[in-house]
């Protein structure tokens, strides 16, 4: 995919700099000097070429009193598709990767409570037919990356939180 200097630009404002307005894309188009319509298309165009999954907010779960964790299960191969499509069908569960190892199925969820927690790992169990392992973290580590697209930042960006 051919990305041209708008291109580069409007990455690199959207990946840490979105506005919070009632017209963002308009914002968007008043910075980089173009128009609302050429910004959402862009961003479509992002969207549909896989170089941008989502646009949306990035919150501080623990914040705002919700509970992590990292939870590891191992899967026959048999059971993968019925385990993954269980674990995805639940909206807090924000990454979930296939691995080769005898771990095979890694996810994070967030819940409100630890008990919802507990509810949710004990249905996908229930529903799988496979242990899933509990592994909540003892230290907080963030690594936030923005990658700098622009003409005169074209290196990535990476700093921890």
């Known amino acids: 995919m051919h990305l041209d200097d708008l291109d580069r630009r409007l990455l690199t404002i959207i ?4 506005p919070i307005v009632a ?12 128009t609302e319509s050429d910004v959402i298309e862009r961003v ?12 949306g ?14 939870c590891a299960m191992k899967v026959p191969a048999d059971k993968l598709d019925l385990a993954i ?32 927690m507990d509810k949710v790992l004990d249905e996908i169990r229930e529903k799988t037919g496979c242990e899933v ?8 580590f963030k690594i936030k990356v923005d990658f700098k697209l622009d003409k005169q930042s ?3 960006a990476a700093a921890v939180e």
């Not at 990946?15 to 979105?18: E, G, I, R």
């Not at 674990?87 to 919802?116: A, D, K, M, Q």
């Not at 392992?133 to 907080?140: D, E, K, S």
């Open 44 to 55: 479509q165009r992002f969207k549909d070429d896989g170089l941008v999954r989502r646009i």
């Open 57 to 70: 907010g990035i919150f501080d779960s623990r914040a705002l009193g919700y509970k992590s964790t990292l």
């Open 154 to 156: 074209p290196t990535a």
């Open 133 to 140: 392992h509990n592994l909540p973290a003892l230290r907080f």
């Open 85 to 116: 499509e269980v674990v995805n069908s639940y909206p807090g569960v924000t990454h979930n990767y296939l691995r080769e190892h005898e771990f095979n199925l890694w996810f994070t969820l967030i819940t409100p409570s630890p008990e919802y």
């Open 15 to 18: 990946q840490s700099s979105f």
């Open 23 to 34: 017209e963002p894309y308009k914002q968007l188009a008043e910075t980089l000097g173009t």
